[in-house]
């Protein structure tokens, strides 16, 4: 598994990261998360309980996010995936100085790899409780748009895994044309229905702490568009 840490004594200098990388690049169309029915270490040797339920944070960055939930709910295995290697080495070591148990980092393609992902939390036990995808690469220009991380394959296989009573998907960004888009996404597919009837829009983030990007959008006194999907009955 990629997903290595560094000694505690070695920080990850986090200012040379590189910003964005093209997903559709051929090096990071490569699967980087084992089969489960060839490997479940990279879960089992990271998380005390790794048959608790999931939280999936997809592209989490340094994983600010996930590393304040957790110990607010040391049930529940919070889970991210990030495309940058050294973005995740990075989170993987805050991880360690925090000694979490309760929470991990994947270096990967979700759109290559979510996949084996999913089965990896189904062959130990787990179940996928509620998934947050927050302020995902804009991708603005026309010819990048093909891009941005939220497809029809991505939204089906979260359908497919998330546990029926309680699954629930929280997206957000700072671009409406971003969120409507990711919103038009889960629409689409009619394993889940929208929590917000009509236009509107969910006016508060239902987490119980911002990501990082969503506490420098709200200093710059900027909007943060919302939403959010359960699994229909
Ligand atoms: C703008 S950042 C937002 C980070 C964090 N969610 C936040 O709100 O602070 C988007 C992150 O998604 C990652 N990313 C982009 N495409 C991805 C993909 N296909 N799979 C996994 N991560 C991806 C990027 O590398 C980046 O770290």
Redesign the pocket.
């Known amino acids: 598994m990629l997903t290595t840490s560094r000694s505690f004594n070695k920080p990850v200098n986090s200012s040379r990261f590189r910003q964005?990388?093209n997903?559709l690049a051929s090096r990071y169309q490569q699967p980087r998360v084992p089969s489960p029915s060839v490997d479940t270490s990279w879960l089992t040797s990271n998380l005390s309980s790794p048959s608790n339920p999931y939280h999936l944070?997809?592209?989490?960055?340094k994983g600010?996010?996930c590393l304040s939930m957790s110990p607010l709910n040391p049930s529940v295995n919070y889970l991210g995936?990030?495309?940058?290697d050294p973005?995740v080495e990075y989170a993987l070591d805050r991880r360690n100085r925090r000694k979490l148990d309760n929470c991990h980092f994947v270096s990967?393609?979700?759109?290559v790899d979510l996949e084996r992902v999913l089965e990896g939390i189904n062959a130990v036990g787990g179940l996928l409780k509620t998934v947050t995808i927050?302020?995902?690469?804009p991708h603005f220009k026309e010819k990048h748009k093909k891009?941005r991380?939220v497809v029809p394959e991505l939204v089906r296989l979260i359908g497919e895994s998330m546990e029926k009573e309680e699954g629930v998907v929280y997206l957000a960004s700072d671009v409406k044309e971003v969120l409507d888009e990711m919103r038009e996404e889960f629409n689409n597919c009619d394993m889940f229905e929208d929590t917000v009837e009509g236009d509107g829009y969910l006016e508060e983030n239902v987490n119980e702490v911002p990501?990082?990007?969503?506490l420098s959008v709200l200093k710059d006194d900027k909007p943060v568009w919302r939403a959010s999907f359960r699994l229909r009955r």
Do not use: K, M, S
């Open positions: 964005h990388v997903p944070d997809i592209g989490c960055a600010t996010f995936l990030e495309i940058r973005v990967c393609n979700a759109n927050q302020f995902p690469d891009r991380v990501t990082e990007r969503e």
